[in-house]
């Protein structure tokens, strides 16, 4: 079942969104890029050698991470106990990406789930999580979206670093913003996924330079997130 989803996805959002490819939402040059693997759920039902396979997205969401991502699936559409959820552990990315890999998740029925699971969890407990900036975009692509009590979202303004060059070779970097064309994308973006426009609203009024964790209520109010599975 797996394969035959993964064939169905066509790609990039359009090539109108390629000119915003450095529209990053949040920048770490020495953050490592997202990496993905299959890790068995806790063993809280005796399931034993034959517990589902959840799949572990953690790391910045890249240019390349959708192709990442679908490599990724294919690699692995032979797993009979692979089921589609998405444990999301990141600090954010570049946004057009982040929209990519959410309509891959939208496509293959993905559940996004902002947890991490480790030595420490059993019996269905997990352990916290954050989901930042670009990475919510990724997120709102899961056909069902859960931040569990601990973890969280964040949001904030989306901006580009560009670098400029003086005649003396001495390089400056400044942040750019979005004149509107992207955010519109964005809110187009959201309104499919079924999350509220407000929510790209409200976070292109937060700082760049600052984060707003998303409360509960305003997961409710957006449509954004359940607390519980």
């Keep these: 079942m797996l394969a035959a989803r993964v064939?169905?996805?066509?790609?990039?959002?359009?090539?109108?969104?390629?000119?915003?490819?450095?529209?990053?939402?949040?920048?770490?040059?020495?953050?490592?890029?997202?990496?993905?693997?299959?890790?068995?759920?806790?063993?809280g039902a005796g399931c034993r050698s034959h517990c589902p396979h959840?799949?572990?997205?953690e790391g910045q969401i890249g240019n390349s991470t959708p192709h990442a991502f679908l490599d990724f699936l294919r690699a692995n559409a032979s797993d009979r106990d692979l089921r589609t959820v998405v444990f999301l552990n990141s600090q954010g990315g570049y946004v057009v990406a982040s929209m990519e890999l959410g309509q891959i998740f939208r496509?293959?029925?993905?559940?996004?789930?902002?947890?991490?699971?480790?030595?420490s969890t059993g019996k269905g407990r997990f352990l916290t999580a954050s989901c930042?900036?670009?990475?919510?975009?990724?997120?709102?692509?899961?056909?069902?979206?859960?931040?569990?009590?601990?973890?969280?979202?964040?949001?904030?303004?989306?901006?580009?670093?560009?670098?400029?060059?003086?005649?003396?070779?001495?390089?400056?970097?400044?942040r750019v913003y979005d004149n509107g064309s992207m955010a519109g994308m964005l809110m187009n973006y959201?309104?499919?996924?079924?999350?509220?426009?407000?929510?790209?609203?409200?976070?292109e009024h937060i700082s760049s330079l600052s984060i707003h964790l998303v409360t509960p209520g305003e997961m409710a109010r957006w449509n954004l997130a359940t607390r519980v599975f």
Excluded at 22 to 37: D, K, N
Excluded at 54 to 57: D, G, L, M, R, T
Excluded at 194 to 199: A, I, N, T, W
Aim: net charge positive; proline share 5%; aromatic share 8%.
């Design 190 to 203: 959201s309104s499919r996924m079924g999350v509220s426009r407000e929510l790209i609203r409200y976070a």
């Design 132 to 174: 930042l900036s670009a990475c919510v975009y990724a997120f709102m692509g899961g056909r069902k979206r859960v931040v569990p009590p601990g973890s969280a979202l964040g949001i904030h303004r989306m901006f580009a670093n560009q670098e400029h060059t003086n005649l003396w070779g001495d390089s400056k970097s400044e």
């Design 7 to 43: 064939r169905v996805f066509r790609g990039a959002i359009g090539p109108v969104l390629a000119a915003f490819g450095l529209l990053a939402a949040i920048s770490h040059a020495s953050a490592q890029s997202m990496s993905f693997r299959l890790e068995p759920l806790p063993d």
């Design 107 to 119: 496509r293959i029925g993905a559940a996004t789930v902002v947890a991490r699971l480790g030595a």
């Design 54 to 57: 959840v799949i572990v997205a």
